[in-house]
């Protein structure tokens, strides 16, 4: 029961990933698309997760928190990037 479940989930989470990355392409401006990718992050993460408790190891969970901190560190640098068109700010002294 919970076997069919999870790849019910699995199921769903795969046709949403093909649906976010549609919107990452498609999409109509920057920030929509910065969006596009956090949630592609989020849904890789439940992805990986779900096929680790389908798998029964937990082997996985050290990618799971590296995908995390990957898709939280390139949502907040594409954020600056488009507020203020540089991500990283150098103060020239004269």
Do not use: W
């Not at 949630?39 to 992805?47: D, F, P, T, V």
């Amino acid at each position: 029961m919970i076997k069919g479940m999870l790849i019910c989930s699995l199921f769903f989470l795969t046709f949403s990933i093909f649906a976010i990355i549609y919107r990452l392409v498609k999409g109509p401006s920057a920030p929509d698309r910065i969006q596009a990718l956090d949630a592609l992050g989020i849904n890789i993460i439940s992805g990986v997760a779900i096929f680790s408790v389908l798998l029964g190891n937990t082997g996985f969970f050290e990618f799971i928190l590296l995908i995390g901190i990957l898709s939280f560190i390139g949502t907040i640098a594409f954020a600056r990037y488009i507020e203020r068109g540089v991500v990283i700010e150098r103060k020239h002294s004269e």
